[in-house]
């Protein structure tokens, strides 16, 4: 049962793949329950960290400002992974800003997981939440560096072994990877005016913003122009 797999874990500035971006990716591959490799990298999202995200994660904008883009790593974690079965806690999360980055870079990346936050919901209702968190407490896992990727990546694979070891043996189809299914569109880039015009709003208006114009898409171009709009104003 699950004798080799990959456990992930990102943090994010947001809650939307379609929006927000990857700030960091910790990843693990485990074969008959050993650790026999890491994957652990920043990654500059090209936008401002929310103070939300720095409250809860304690990454800030220095320590990802000469890390790589999305676009740079990409290819070298989907190698990584290789076909292993993911394993994640509310994996298609994680799955999901991972499938939106690789279909902007026009790259595949179809996954089977194993989600341990599935698993702890059928066999144990009982339990007042679900979420990582409170499953490390539930099971005595070391939570010291919650919400950093790699560190959460390793509790997951815990949570997960713990799973096995009280249910496995008389549910064992339970364990049984699924598909992970998430439908995105490639988001294109900026185009030259937006850009040009976006910037001529932040200087007319004297906006200043932590912003990445080579990152840009044109949909968060379309979205930011509408919001400096209405909130300021046209050229005039």
């Not at 026999?36 to 990654?43: H, M, P």
């Not at 800030?60 to 676009?71: H, L």
């Not at 030259?192 to 990445?212: A, G, R």
Request: aromatic letters at 10%.
């Amino acid at each position: 049962m699950l004798e080799r797999y990959v456990v992930v874990d990102l943090e994010m500035t947001g809650l939307n793949p379609r929006r927000d971006r990857i700030l960091e990716i910790g990843a693990a591959r485990v074969e008959h329950g050993e650790v026999t490799a890491q994957y652990e990298t920043f990654v500059n999202p090209g936008v401002g960290i929310p103070e939300k995200v720095r409250e809860l994660t304690g990454i800030n904008d220095e320590m990802v400002k000469d890390a790589p883009r999305i676009s740079e790593i990409l290819p070298d974690f989907i190698a990584f992974c290789a076909d292993d079965i993911f394993v994640g806690h509310n994996v298609i999360f994680d799955y999901s800003f991972l499938k939106q980055a690789a279909i902007n870079e026009k790259l595949s990346f179809e996954r089977q997981a194993v989600d341990t936050l599935k698993l702890a919901r059928k066999f144990l209702p009982e339990l007042e939440h679900r979420s990582l968190e409170y499953l490390c407490g539930y099971y005595g896992i070391d939570r010291t560096n919650g919400h950093r990727a790699l560190f959460d990546a390793l509790a997951t694979k815990e949570v997960l072994e713990r799973l096995i070891g009280a249910y496995g043996a008389e549910h064992e189809r339970a364990f049984e990877p699924k598909p992970l299914v998430y439908k995105a569109k490639r988001q294109t880039p900026a185009t030259p005016v937006q850009k040009t015009h976006l910037k001529e709003l932040f200087d007319y208006h004297k906006i200043s913003i932590d912003l990445d114009f080579d990152t840009l898409t044109r949909s968060e171009a379309s979205r930011l122009t509408d919001r400096i709009l209405a909130q300021y104003g046209k050229i005039h």
